[in-house]
Each structure stands twice: as C-alpha cells, then as structure tokens.
C-alpha cells in the first residue's frame, strides 16, 4: 500500500501554535483526514478536507494541502493541555472507500 | 457525524478460547463497517471491510477463519477472535460508513484485548 508518513513528535507550550505535518503518496486521494486520538480511546474525526481544496478552517483548525508537494499539515491554534493526544492523518483513493492511516504524530502540550 | 459503540471495552481470556466483539451504530444505518487493529504507538491496520449482508473482504495477511466478521444488520458487526493466541493481543477498533456519510469514517471506542 502507499505510505502516509507523518513525525512522531510534536511539543508546543500551551497558548501557542501546533503544525502538525503529513505526507503521502498516492496522488489519486479524493479525501484527507486528520483523527484524534486519545489514550485508550478510539479515533474522532477532527475535519477533512477534499483533494481540489487548498484549505480548509474549522474554529482553531486550519488544514492546508499542497497537492504538488502531497504535503498536508493540520494547524491549531491557541493550544491547549486538552489537545494533548496522537494525531493521525489518513487519506481516501479515489474509487474505493478504505483509508490509509499515518504513522501518527503524538502532540504533547506544556504548561 | 455518527456515534458508534463497541462491547466489551476491555477483555481478558485464556489462550484458545474465542472472543466475540460487538460494533453498534447507534443512530445511523452504517453500510459499511471496518474493523481495524492497532499496536501499543502504532498505527490502525485494516483488517476486512464488512458491507451489510455480505461476506466481509479481508486484507492481506488476514486470516479470515481466525477473525470471523458477521455483519447481519445495519447497526452491528461482530468480530470473533477463534482460538485466540498471546500475539493477538491487541487494540481493535470499528468504524462505520456509509450513505450521507459515505465520505467519512467513524470509529468506536475500541475493544482491548488482552489474551494469556
């Protein structure tokens, strides 16, 4: 399958800015998402983003998608400890409906 | 989006016994359900798509007669871990898709496994 490869460490202070970084490979995505992951807990769907969409904002969210590059990042704003969590990006083929998952990226928010 | 419901939470079973894992849709008629495993700081691997009424598709690797997937309605899957072994040990989640909601998947709050 192709790889969604994303950095598996992010530590911001609380009231900053998170960006959180994802690649892929497949240039025929239709869909992008980003999915929260808490301990011990199953994925919730934060926003995602349609492939011929550059951006995409959602209160403190900002997804930005360079199709080119295949880079996608999900930024939040004003961060809080409550954010702590694993971030996964995943992408969606076009013509099926299984999606491929990043490695994900553990976001860490500091005092 | 959907709210999706999975059951038991947490179970502990002696190796070779099965175990059953219920997926619930509560309030959408999910056509499609997914089941996926995840590893301590891993990933989700999909394991097989389940569409109402037929016969699950199992990815690569997956033995379909170890993890039998029944999905008989709309708003419940079941996966059954046959003859569960330590290395099955694992975090499995559901998802659910379909209709309006084709274009999204939403998952449960997982089922940890734990086999000795």
């Known amino acids: 399958g192709e790889d969604v490869e994303q950095s598996l460490f992010l530590s911001v202070r609380e009231g900053d800015s998170s960006v959180i970084n994802c690649t892929y490979t497949?240039?025929?995505?239709?869909?992008l998402y980003w999915y929260k992951q808490e301990p011990g807990a199953g994925l919730q769907l934060l926003t995602y983003?349609?492939?011929?969409?550059d951006m995409k904002q959602d209160q403190r969210l900002t997804v930005l998608l360079n199709k080119k590059d295949k880079h996608l990042s999900l930024r939040i704003a004003d961060t809080q400890t409550g954010d702590s969590a694993i971030y996964f990006c995943?992408?969606?083929?076009?013509?099926?409906?299984?999606?491929?998952f990043g490695t994900g990226t553990q976001l860490k928010v500091e005092l | 989006g959907a709210v999706v419901s999975q059951h038991p939470s947490r179970v502990i079973c002696k190796s070779g016994t099965s175990v059953k894992i219920e997926c619930r849709s509560l309030?959408?008629?999910?056509?499609?359900m997914f089941w996926y495993r995840q590893f301590p700081k891993k990933s989700l691997m999909l394991m097989a798509t389940?569409?109402?009424?037929?016969?699950?598709?199992?990815e690569q690797g997956v033995e379909k007669d170890k993890f039998l997937i029944n999905h008989a309605s709309l708003t419940l899957s079941t996966l059954t871990v046959t003859s569960a072994h330590p290395e099955d040990s694992s975090f499995y989640i559901c998802?659910?898709?379909?209709?309006?909601?084709?274009?999204?998947?939403?998952f449960g709050p997982g089922t940890r496994l734990t086999v000795l």
């Open positions: 998802s659910v898709s379909g209709g309006i909601l084709s274009d999204t998947q939403y």
């Open positions: 497949d240039s025929s995505s239709t869909y």
């Open positions: 983003i349609f492939s011929n969409m």
């Open positions: 995943a992408e969606k083929m076009g013509g099926g409906n299984k999606l491929t």
């Open positions: 309030d959408f008629q999910a056509t499609t």
């Open positions: 389940s569409n109402e009424g037929s016969k699950a598709t199992y």
